[in-house]
């Protein structure tokens, strides 16, 4: 009987250990914290703890742009707080020809639930930039795929720099192909132009719409059901921004910023081939801050699946 309340007692005292570390890859969605409509960042947390030390990486997308930075801080257990000190983020009226940095403290809670973990906070202003640079509220969500951090710290930044997603994430903006297109060599051109004349000859069916408070999403995709070997390519508003990639448990993880002189933005999904068990079929997920929607898509050689998002006015 003693070893069984001992057992017990062991067992409920890892399980709460676990439910409270902070450990792990977050995203999420940061806006700026004062009246009126702006540009929101989304934005990547990886971090590693140790005691009541946490290190990792912040990373994050603002407009066309791109930022990470190695960061070290502390984590009350008690609390459930974490702190990191003197973190630079791009000033919200920030352009690429005008770039201005806010130093900013970050604070945050975790918060543990049987349905997802969170951590929710402020990147704060510093007192001398108190007149200049706004607070910035953010929630960020625990990506459960993410298991390894050790080697995920391994391979990212140390130090700041440009950031650049994950080799198999793609980051898009409505300017992307216009900025590159004269740098693409002629054999990619052709290919890229073959998947198009593909992608048109086939009938668009409209599977969902979907209206969306953010400007700029995470996008993923998976193999709905058995991994049967399906590929895909992706095609927002009418361009390719991914191409034969293979769906699995892992995801294709996509960020697009909206194009906003658009009423209606269309993302949809192109069969290049049928897997193992026809038709090609995949759970989309779309991460609008902390909102998470789930739609199943299902193309063929004679149709693409699409998905029309609005933005909330």
């Not at 057992?7 to 806006?31: K, N, V």
């Not at 020809?97 to 929710?120: I, N, W």
């Not at 949809?268 to 609008?288: H, I, Q, R």
């Amino acid at each position: 009987m003693k070893k069984t309340a001992s057992f017990t007692i062991f067992l409920l005292s890892g399980l709460l250990s676990f439910s409270q570390t902070i450990t792990g890859s977050w995203y999420g969605r940061a806006d700026v914290d004062m009246e009126g409509l702006h540009d929101n960042y989304l934005t990547e947390l990886i971090l590693k703890q140790k005691g009541d030390e946490v290190e990792g990486v912040f990373g994050y997308y603002f407009k066309n742009m791109y930022q990470s930075v190695f960061i070290r801080g502390t984590y009350d257990k008690r609390t459930r707080q974490v702190y990191i000190k003197n973190i630079p983020v791009i000033h919200y009226r920030s352009n690429v020809a005008q770039r201005l940095d806010c130093p900013m403290d970050f604070e945050g809670t975790l918060m543990v639930s049987k349905a997802k973990s969170s951590l929710q906070g402020f990147f704060l202003r510093q007192a001398k930039y108190k007149y200049t640079c706004p607070d910035i509220r953010v929630n960020y969500t625990l990506d459960g795929n993410e298991l390894n951090q050790d080697s995920i710290l391994r391979n990212t930044v140390a130090g700041v720099k440009v950031w650049s997603p994950l080799p198999d994430d793609v980051v898009y903006t409505q300017t992307t192909t216009a900025n590159t297109a004269k740098d693409i060599a002629p054999e990619a051109n052709n290919a890229q132009q073959e998947l198009v004349t593909r992608y048109e000859a086939r009938k668009n069916i409209l599977q969902q719409e979907i209206t969306v408070s953010s400007d700029s999403l995470r996008i993923s995709f998976y193999d709905n059901g058995d991994i049967d070997g399906d590929s895909i390519s992706v095609f927002m508003n009418g361009s390719p921004v991914l191409a034969r990639k293979e769906l699995d448990v892992r995801g294709l993880n996509l960020y697009v910023k909206l194009d906003s002189t658009k009423a209606v933005n269309e993302i949809s999904m192109f069969a290049e081939n049928l897997g193992k068990f026809p038709p090609n079929t995949a759970l989309m997920v779309v991460y609008d801050g902390d909102a998470r929607k789930e739609i199943y898509l299902s193309s063929s050689f004679t149709q693409n699946a699409s998905v029309r998002i609005k933005r909330k006015k």
